[in-house]
């Protein structure tokens, strides 16, 4: 009997610590022309365990070759993308996904991705857990501005980083 009880504590254990306890919100894929190799994917993750968790690139063979977390690194002037390893997500916090800021880089899409389609994407975390979810194609023109500037679009004027960011992408 005393045994039985046992094994029952451990197994409820090991669910808990199996238990996804990140969420993510907001999740959205930016649109770009056909000619455009890579895109870059956009979202909130939320920490709502009480631990901090580490989040990796999972693949995606749903869009790309190659999934990566890069951060943009501004120094004189200069932006630049670099490569993650990993993201540190803390315990009861959320990180951005954001242009200009972190961002899961998909990379040799393979297949163009039209404003409308869903695609799934993927992350994992340190322990091995892989967090699923879908997210939506959203045209690069209706994040604020125009990535090549002959577009007219309604300016948001909070949006000052996105063309920036749009060249970082396309020279990538
Ligand atoms: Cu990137």
Redesign the pocket.
């Known amino acids: 009997m005393a045994a039985g009880l046992v094994v029952a504590v451990v197994a409820a254990m090991a669910a808990q610590a199996e238990a996804a306890s990140i969420e993510v919100e907001d999740a959205y894929v930016r649109g770009l022309p056909p000619t455009q190799r ?1 895109t ?1 994917a956009f979202f909130i993750l939320k920490n709502t365990g009480d631990r901090d968790l580490e989040v990796l690139a999972a693949p995606a063979p749903d869009v790309a070759e190659r999934v ?1 977390i ?1 951060a ?1 690194r501004h120094r004189n002037g200069m932006m630049s ?1 670099q490569q993650q390893a990993s993201v540190t997500i803390p315990a009861g916090q959320s990180v951005a996904f954001a242009p200009g800021e972190l ?1 899961l ?1 998909l990379i040799e899409l393979n297949r163009p991705l039209r404003d409308g389609d869903t695609v799934s994407l993927a992350l994992q975390t340190s322990g091995g857990e892989t967090l699923t979810f879908s997210a939506p194609v959203i045209s690069v023109l209706k994040e604020g501005k125009s990535a090549s500037g002959t577009g007219r679009v309604n300016s948001n004027s909070n949006q000052s980083n996105s063309n920036k960011d749009n060249m ?2 396309a020279h ?1």
């Open positions: 890579n870059a990566e890069h943009h993308m961002h880089m970082g992408h990538h």
